[in-house]
């Protein structure tokens, strides 16, 4: 007998780890002389009461559904990317050129090749950490972690020295043409009586990011190197010696990995900013880890993880702006949850698995 469900492991250890995280959280807020309860009711009315709240958090989880399936699907191979920052960065690049340089007539085909730019760049980004690792030993952590600040080097130069928009001084790229503009909740969901969504910037690459977790499900169990993948993550002598190429599976473990990271800029610089600006990833490469930890690597988990993370970081907003919580309590909190949902997994799980094993012995033979 297994000393836990499968159904507990997936919903009841993350569940108690986020309970966990919120009561710390509640015991900082009233360290800084905040009611936890008022802050919690600004959150959920400022994320989730309102649909221009429910677009930014929208926004939000969609950045964090694609970099977190990006640590998913490397992680199944037992590696941990976490490069995804990078990865997004440089999707970004692959989105403003294919925005910038190509005359679109619509926009339906711009999101068709600003994915496929998007997607080739941020595996392009991963291919090298990947090499390295399968070919020369180097370690991923370390390798992805260099390749963020190179990316951003590498962007800054770019953005500065030849994308910039004439004779402006941010260094952005010139705004995208109208045809590659993706329409946005507001305009597909409001009427000529209600506006809904009111200046989100949630968009249609939302419903990209439901594919993709669709895409990761099928790829994942559903393929036979989804099962290579897998096999390789549970142990790599025995895929060897099942006749399972390591190397070949670093590789395209990753380059997917990448590609799924480097979509997310499909959401933020051709769905919201409609141009590549400098810091457009803003953390969601690293929120990304704490996504797939939160949804054991699963889609599904992912989607739901995502979802919450996106809406802390909306009601982050709604807490900095009303009360004198400062944004970065969100950080403390994004901080927690990976503390338990990771580093403190067994001291959540032991006790479940204890009282599954407690409950086991009591039931009649």
Known sequence: MEKMPRWADAVLVPLFSLVLAAIL????????????????????????????????????????MFTGLAV?????????????????MLGGLGVALVCLYIPWPHW?????????????????????????????????????????YIAFSVLNYLLVNVLIAKGSMDPATPKFPEPTH??????????????????????????????????????IWRTRLGFEIRSFGHSETAANYAGISGVKITI????ISGALAGLMAVNTTQGEAERLVLNSTEGAGFIGIAVALMGRNHPVGVFIAALLFGFLYQGGAELAFWTSIPR??????????????????????????????????????
């Open 25 to 64: 959280s509640a015991v900082v807020i009233l360290a800084i002389g905040e009611s936890p309860v008022k802050a919690f009711k600004l959150m959920v009315d400022g994320a989730l009461m309102r649909s221009a709240g429910w677009g930014y958090t929208l926004y939000y989880a969609t950045n964090f």
């Open 72 to 88: 998913a699907v490397a992680f199944h191979a037992r590696m941990f990317n976490i490069g995804g920052e990078g990865q997004a």
């Open 108 to 148: 339906t085909l711009a999101l068709i090749g600003a994915t496929v730019g998007g997607a080739l760049f941020g595996a392009a980004w991963a291919l090298i950490p990947a090499y390295l690792q399968a070919k020369r030993g180097s370690h991923i952590v370390i390798t992805t972690i260099m390749f963020n």
């Open 182 to 219: 993706l329409p946005t909740f507001q305009d597909m969901f409001s009427t000529e009586t209600t506006t809904l969504f009111k200046s989100a910037p949630a968009n249609v690459s939302f419903f990209l990011a439901i594919l993709a977790c669709i895409f990761v499900w099928l790829l």
């Open 252 to 255: 395209i473990a990753m380059l």
């Open 328 to 365: 970065e309590l969100i950080v403390v909190i994004q901080a927690l949850v990976i503390l338990f949902t990771g580093a403190l997994d067994n001291m959540v799980r032991m006790p479940l698995e204890r009282l599954f094993l407690a409950l086991h012995k009591k039931e009649p033979n």
